[in-house]
Nanobody, 125 residues
Framework: VQLQAYGGGLVQAGDSLRLSCVIS????????MAWFRQAPGKEREPVAT????????YYQEGKKGRFTISRDNAKGTVYLQMNGLKPEDTAVYHC???????????????????WGHGTQVTVSS
């Protein structure tokens, strides 16, 4: 299973971006997916997670409202819509996957066994 994240870039504060994560080599509907991010000099932190069918989503505290995770299993893609971006959102954003049962999700990175390389998001003030 391979994950490829893209859609990052350099934007100004207040702008929006939509990140995409494409899964290949597996059936995406079998995987719970999540987005994590790592800012320079900081530990990786969770952003949002979504269950296999997209019926369950969780967000790290402070992310819900500006960030929305969604998925299109027919396209093999998970999305992270980010609105009202702030300079502190600057980070490398990674998507992660775990083959699991229906309805399961987790914001704990230790629960995920497939990771993409990440896409850089830079927000200027």
């Amino acid at each position: 299973v391979q994950l490829q994240a893209y859609g990052g870039g350099l934007v100004q504060a207040g702008d929006s971006l939509r990140l995409s994560c494409v899964i290949s080599g597996g059936i995406i509907s079998a995987y719970a997916m999540a987005w994590f991010r790592q800012a320079p000099g900081k530990e990786r932190e969770p952003v949002a997670t979504i269950s296999r069918a997209g019926t369950v989503t969780y967000y790290q505290e402070g992310k819900k409202g500006r960030f929305t995770i969604s998925r299109d299993n027919a396209k093999g893609t998970v999305y992270l819509q980010m609105n009202g971006l702030k300079p502190e959102d600057t980070a490398v954003y990674h998507c992660a996957a775990r083959s699991t049962v229906t309805g399961w999700t987790s914001l704990d990175e230790r629960d995920y066994n497939y990771w993409g390389h990440g896409t850089q998001v830079t927000v200027s003030s």
